[in-house]
């Protein structure tokens, strides 16, 4: 069973999303005004999303984080771009210091399946307890098997979050499902 409460998202991974999301993240995004513009674009479509399916049951967003490494390499992340729109949107607090990657994994990209899992099992941590048992919106910018926000998500509930939801830009859909993805396979669909 997911630690994810829910998984929102606002795109399937498909069409331009698929060329667009991986070069916002590489060099040409840093300097791509168009593109820059266009993540902008994505990320308020998903906060609206957000805040449509799910407003009243965030406290706070939490951005998936980058390895220090991984951070300085490409200048920023993407993922705190995304919390940052949908924390304005539903005017709740973006935070950044509830979750760290304790240590760098393989882009999971590069993955398949269970890889995935092992990949990032341990690779976060909450640095201390969470009071009021809060309920966290936890950001990334795609998900595919959900093992990333998994992962993550399963240190916010040990260090004390009441539930933990899954928001991402863009999914994969499994089989080539035609639908809009509300939800990811083995998780209960958005309620």
Same mark, same amino acid.
């Given at each position: 069973m997911s630690p994810l409460q829910a998984s929102h998202v606002a795109f399937r991974y498909a =069409?331009?999303?698929?060329?667009?999301?991986?070069a916002i993240k590489s060099e040409e995004g840093r300097s791509g005004e168009a593109l820059l513009r266009a993540m902008d674009a994505l990320a308020e479509a998903l906060a609206e999303r957000v805040a449509?399916?799910?407003? =009243?049951?965030?406290?706070?967003?939490?951005?998936l984080? !980058?390895? +220090?490494?991984?951070?300085?390499r490409r200048g920023f992340n993407q993922a705190e771009v995304l919390a940052r729109s949908i924390a304005r949107r539903l005017d709740r607090p973006s935070r950044t210091d509830v !979750?760290?990657?304790?240590? &760098?994994?393989?882009p999971q990209a590069w993955l398949r399946g269970e890889a995935r899992r092992e990949n990032v099992r341990g690779a976060f941590r909450a640095p201390r307890a969470l009071s009021g048992d809060p309920r966290i919106a936890l950001v990334d910018d795609v998900l595919t098997t959900g +093992?990333?926000?998994e992962a993550a998500a399963?240190? !916010? !509930?040990? &260090? =004390?979050?009441?539930?933990?939801r899954g928001i991402a830009l863009a999914a994969t859909l499994p089989g080539g499902a035609k639908n809009s993805p509300r939800g990811t396979p083995g998780r209960r669909a958005v309620p």
């Open positions: =069409g331009p999303v698929v060329r667009w999301i991986p449509r399916e799910a407003a =009243g049951r965030i406290d706070f967003v939490v951005p984080p !980058l390895h +220090a490494e991984r951070l300085r !979750l760290e990657r304790v240590r &760098a994994t393989q +093992a990333t926000l399963n240190a !916010l !509930l040990e &260090a =004390g979050a009441l539930e933990v």
